[in-house]
């Protein structure tokens, strides 16, 4: 797991007026919080954050964050976005320790192309992220799942999954993470439509009868 720097500022203000001056000027408002520094409002600049979250490991970036004369080793813990321009609007840090143990998000990447799909069928993958717990230092950047052997109707569940030693998927066991189906054969088209009798035709029929 790599690590990164990070300098933050102490945020004095916490008005709407001050979050908008820091976010004018480049930077975003944020808090890092941990069992030994208590909460303490920041700010960091918006494109070191952005770098960061834009890098393989993203969200799980073990940082090393100078603070106020010192440096803590911090993850993201969450991010708020502005839902119309996608912008980040606030940034949660928690400090973390070599020696306890933190839960994440990790992605999990499908590897090769399974046979199945080769004989028509289609690749369902249900679970693309897994919640794990394990110490920072062993958080991987993602969950990787070969399907190369996987046939029509075969599926792989959480149990299945191979992860490094010390870490733990939290997600249940029998959770479906990928599959492969079965594609779906289209409708056979449907009998054309007779157009009805012409009015006339259909009382000289009837007439014949009686």
Do not use: W
């Amino acid at each position: 797991m790599a690590d990164t720097a990070l300098n933050a500022n102490i945020r004095e203000e916490r008005t709407k007026s001050s979050l908008k001056r820091i976010r004018d000027s480049g930077e975003i408002p944020g808090v890092v919080y941990g069992k030994h520094m208590g909460t303490m409002a920041i700010s960091v600049d918006a494109r070191e954050l952005k770098k960061i979250l834009g890098s393989v490991t993203g969200r799980n970036t073990l940082i090393k964050m100078n603070l106020n004369g010192g440096r803590q080793t911090v993850m993201i813990k969450s991010l708020q976005m502005d839902p119309l321009h996608h912008q980040i609007q606030h940034v949660d840090f928690q400090q973390v320790t070599e020696d306890t143990k933190v839960r994440t998000v990790v992605p999990v990447q499908l590897v090769g192309t399974p046979k199945g799909v080769a004989r028509g069928g289609v690749v369902q993958h249900d679970l693309r992220s897994a919640e794990i717990e394990c110490l920072p230092s062993r958080i991987p950047d993602a969950i990787k799942v070969d399907i190369s052997e996987l046939e029509i109707g075969d599926a792989l569940s959480v149990s299945d999954l191979q992860v490094p030693p010390g870490v733990k998927i939290l997600d249940h066991p029998h959770t479906t993470v990928v599959g492969v189906a079965v594609t779906k054969a289209p409708e056979p088209a449907g009998q054309p439509e007779v157009p009805p009798e012409p009015l006339e035709e259909a009382r000289a029929k009837t007439a014949e009868k009686e």
